[in-house]
Structure formats: C-alpha cells, structure tokens
C-alpha cells in the first residue's frame, strides 16, 4: 500500500494480536494475526515486525526497498518473516534492524531444521543491521522517515521504536510492561511526549494484571493494560492512543466492549483492528 499523493503519512495495522494467531470467526473484526505495522508515505514503507501480520503484507507489497524494524524475537514478533514474499525476489534489497545480540539468533530462523530453505538460498538482498537498545539514537532516515529507539521495558532485550515523518511522529510500545519509575522518568516521557500516535501494549486489563480475575497475577509477565495504557497517553499528551497486542483469548465481543469504555475515559482511544488505516 502506498499513500495516493505522498502527502500524507499512513499506518496500516497489519497484525495486532499478541503471543500466538488467532484465526476464526470469534475474531474476524479485530484480526487473529500477530504483530506487524506498515508505515507507508509515496513509495517508500516502513515496516515494524515481522509476526504473521507480514504475510499478506508480503503479497502486495509493491516496494523493492523495504526496511524491517524488529522490537525482539519473541516468536510472535518474527514468525512471518519466512513467509514474507518479498524475500524470494531477487530484485528487492531488504534492510532487517533487530535489538543488539539478536542477529545471530534471528537468522537460525531462515536456517535448516527451523526450515526448509538456508538463509543463503533465499533470492533478494537481505542485510541485518544491530541497533543499541541502551539509548536514544537516530537509526536511519530515507524520504524524510526517521526512525528512533529507546530501551523497552519488556522480558529480554527489547526496543521501544518512534517513527517520524515530517512534523507527525508514532510511538509503538508494541511490548511493554507498566512501572511507576517509568511515569517519573524524563526521557522516557520526553521520547513520547505529544506524538501524534501512542501504540501500546493492552494485552491485559488491571484486575487481570493483578490478579482478581483469572489466576494467577500477570505482573512481571512483560505487558500492560488497557488501564495503564489511558494513563501513559494522558501523561504525555499524546494525540491518540491504539490499543495493541490483544490476548489471543479476547473475542470481538469483548474487545468492542473495552473500545466502548476506553473512549469514555479517552475520547480519542481505540482499539487497533487488523486492516484499519490511521492517517496522520
């Protein structure tokens, strides 16, 4: 997808489902496949994660030069990357950034018994890059995209990305575990503050999180709630706020039923839905 005059800066979610896919009519509406975002601005796209959201993505994407972000190579963030169509032209060159150390890792992935093909067999041009995930840095800018990480607060290394283009900026905190240090920390909230698209982890919802519904309590198990997530977006005024990384067990039922509250409390909240375009 691509925006029609390159005026405009658009997301497509293309995967919004945590921890594993979820086909089914219990979750037609929102989407069963997991994480993958498409930024896309004239003929130039961003992409952040590689879950099974890549897929379809792969299918009609039309780009020859495309840049994948990855957040952390829990398999729910890389299980599409083997199905991701582009991969098998030799005519793309595809750039693969992933947190500092996972680059080894990540390519066992593409590597026999974990599957069929050798990395080296795979047709397009394909370059993995390491990024710090201790600092605050520009990683890369192309057709006025900037792309910038900041240290994830999640199990295992993880990065925090912010997509700039232009005077518009998204924040995805795609996996992300609440602490109240992190309300007191300026950079932290600096990263985030006023951008025009907060992206967060509402895997849960507090009594969830704390155990009071269902057992036992998920503190510690690296993601947020849809609670916490009003409260960060409100903290740093952001503009909007998507609720992302849905537990596999939420139906469509329910779903619609926290986006109806969460507008309540935050009129300009919502729940990310697979196929749905935010423009900036």
């Known amino acids: ?74 398999w729910d963030h890389i299980m599409g990357f083997p199905y991701f169509a582009p991969i098998y032209d030799e005519s793309c060159h595809i750039n693969v950034f992933a947190p500092e150390g996972a680059v080894a890792s990540f390519k066992l992935l593409m590597n026999k018994p974990f599957f069929p093909l050798k990395l080296a067999e795979i047709k397009a041009e394909v370059n993995f890059e390491e990024i710090a995930a201790s600092e605050i840095k520009e990683i890369t800018e192309k057709n006025n995209f900037t792309v910038k990480t900041f240290s994830g607060f999640h199990t295992g290394k993880n990065l925090i990305y912010k997509i700039c283009w232009q005077d518009k900026s998204c924040v995805y905190l795609g996996d992300y575990e609440h602490q109240d240090e992190n309300l007191e920390d300026h950079e932290f909230l600096q990263f985030l503050n006023g951008t025009d698209l907060l992206i967060y982890d509402a895997h849960f919802i507090d009594d969830e999180y704390n155990g009071l519904s269902g057992s036992p309590a998920k ?15 409100c903290r740093v005024e952001a503009k909007s706020l998507a609720f992302f990384h849905h537990a596999p067990e939420r139906t469509d039922k329910e779903l619609k039923e926290l986006e109806s509250w969460a507008k309540g409390e935050l009129a300009t909240s919502f729940a990310a839905k697979e196929g749905l375009c935010f423009k900036f």
């Not at 979820?22 to 952040?48: D, S």
């Not at 099974?52 to 792969?58: A, D, F, K, V």
């Open 1 to 74: 997808m691509t925006t029609d005059k390159g005026d405009k800066l658009i997301l497509t979610f293309r995967g919004v489902r945590g921890s594993y896919p979820v086909p089914g009519k219990k979750t037609r509406e929102y989407g069963g496949n997991t994480p993958c975002l498409q930024f896309a601005a004239g003929n130039k796209n961003i992409i952040l994660d590689a879950g099974t959201g890549i897929c379809q993505l792969g299918r009609e994407l039309q780009s020859k030069d495309i840049d994948i972000f990855i957040t952390h190579l829990h």
């Open 219 to 233: 503190k510690g198990w690296g993601h947020s709630t849809w609670e916490e997530g009003i409260k960060l977006a």
